[in-house]
């Protein structure tokens, strides 16, 4: 995969050389190419941005500069169309189906916006895709890229060193991963699960995928409304729906005995409490 990246930054991007996309790129796997954006200005003080018309705070990045930059590196291969990705904080939320889509690009062009962002007729004329990293504001594009190109990165063919280990990752079956242990045996004295040491690898996937449906229950009820779940699954999640009102119950029931033992029954049930 080819990914371009457009900043007025070029050494934010420059983590993307560690670790498990900095060795894709030595083995040939991702090519990242930074380019500063300034370097399509044509005035001497290398003007990016200007007033946003109708007034109110910041500055807007112009147009011309994202043009000629982007029609530059989209012509650098005649053969093939990049797929022009521009992080903002308005754009569709970034999930695991999306960096899975991305994955399967030839070529992605990134633009990092700063200031209150880029003109919209930039966007209007190049953007095939504007993601949202979450629900909050950056100061700029570049660090929504570092995030968008790891995940992307790590679904390349041949990038991680287990190629099942993404198949097991959260959201890749819409599940939280099950909890995940090491050596020692026993740590501050905690053990780990028995099951994980039995050796029996078909208890060993039952354990886990209980635990992912538990621990995405309890943390994440939306994804299990969309999980493709089996028969085996809906009993486990009719069992943990039956411990929580068992759990309940027991809960109430202590509390009431603890309010009659102090004599405070009548209030706990009051009107005024509903
Ligand atoms: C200060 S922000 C501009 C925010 C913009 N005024 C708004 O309220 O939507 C500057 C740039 O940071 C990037 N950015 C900020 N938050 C982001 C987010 N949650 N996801 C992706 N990119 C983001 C975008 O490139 C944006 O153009």
Do not use: K
């Not at 992307?152 to 190629?163: C, D, T, W």
């Not at 009993?235 to 027991?250: I, R, Y």
């Amino acid at each position: 995969m080819r990914a371009d990246v457009v900043t007025i930054f070029p050494t934010y991007l420059e983590p993307l050389r560690l670790s498990l996309v900095g060795r894709a790129q030595e083995r040939g796997t991702l090519d990242v190419r930074t380019h500063d954006l300034r370097a399509w200005t044509s005035d001497v003080h290398r003007t990016v941005d200007d007033a946003p018309y109708g007034g109110g705070p910041g500055m807007v990045m112009r147009p011309e500069p994202w043009d000629a930059a982007l029609s530059e590196i989209a012509e650098s291969d005649p053969t093939r169309r990049p797929r022009v990705v521009v992080p903002t904080p308005a754009g569709r939320p970034f999930s695991q189906r999306h960096a899975e889509e991305l994955a399967r690009e030839p070529w992605l062009v990134f633009c990092c916006g700063r200031y209150e962002g880029i003109d919209s007729r930039v966007i209007d004329t190049w953007a095939d895709d504007e993601i949202s990293i979450g629900d909050y504001v950056l100061a700029g594009g570049e660090v929504a890229t570092l995030v968008i190109l790891e995940a992307v990165a790590r679904l390349l063919p041949g990038v991680l060193g287990n190629s099942a280990s993404a198949a097991d990752d959260s959201f890749s079956d819409g599940l939280l991963e099950a909890p995940v242990y090491t050596r020692p045996q026993v740590w501050r004295g905690a053990e780990v699960p028995a099951v994980l040491r039995s050796g029996d690898h078909a208890a060993v996937a039952r354990w886990r995928r209980a635990q992912a449906l538990r621990r995405t229950l309890a943390r994440r009820p939306d994804l299990v409304e969309h999980a493709e779940l089996s028969d085996a699954d809906r009993a486990v999640l009719e069992a943990v729906a039956a411990e929580v009102q068992q759990h309940a119950a027991t809960a109430s029931g202590a509390a009431l005995a603890a309010d009659s033992a102090a004599g405070r029954g009548s209030a706990r049930d009051s009107p005024d409490r509903l």
